[in-house]
């Protein structure tokens, strides 16, 4: 798998979600999520003719990080607590998972050494949300659930600390749906 690629993907993704959230024009918003949406859907199911070079396990990566991203933009409520625990397990213990971004232990002997950590943790939330991609994860939310849940199984190192990041959002978006998702 090649990380460098996946980043830069991503790293080209963020910000035009967040960029397309903060601009309020329903129209232009609901076809930039729909066809986010419909790519990741698509790296869930099988190899297409003209992806040959590309693993399933890349596939479902990139699918798991869209995703990821859209319910990033869906649920500001959620992503200030969840930043803000980040930072309370960051400070108690002296380690912990910062942000996506970073993805580095902290030993308490090193905390210190991080003075900018709490400055890194509201830059990268999320400033507001969009209601239009609220809605299309809210219809396709049994589907997203179940594609998400199906990944649990793959040993793929990406694959399993993107689920780490996208598990607790999606849970957070719709208790409800989720615990009934879990359970069949």
């Known amino acids: 798998m090649n990380a460098g690629i996946i980043s830069n993907s991503y790293d080209f993704c963020v910000p035009r979600l967040i960029v397309t959230a903060q601009r309020e024009n329903i129209l232009t918003q609901t076809l930039w999520y729909k066809d986010s949406y419909e790519e990741a859907k698509l790296g869930f199911t099988e190899v297409n003719p003209r992806e040959k070079g590309v693993s399933r396990e890349d596939r479902i990566h990139g699918s798991l990080l869209v995703i990821n991203e859209l319910l990033r933009i869906s649920n500001n409520q959620w992503e200030r607590t969840f930043n803000e625990l980040n930072v309370e397990a960051v400070a108690s213990t002296g380690r912990g998972r910062e942000t996506k971004e970073t993805f580095f232990k902290i030993k308490r002997s090193q905390a210190a050494n991080f003075p900018k950590l709490n400055q890194l943790q509201t830059t990268v939330s999320v400033s507001c949300e ?8 809210m219809e396709h939310y049994n589907e997203i659930c179940k594609s998400v849940l199906e990944c ?21 978006f719709n208790v409800n749906g989720f615990c009934v998702q879990l359970q069949g």
Do not use: E
């Open 130 to 137: 969009s209601a239009a991609c609220k809605r299309l994860l």
């Open 152 to 172: 649990r199984g793959f040993k793929n190192i990406y694959v399993q600390n993107t689920l780490l990041l996208i598990l607790p959002r999606l849970a957070a």
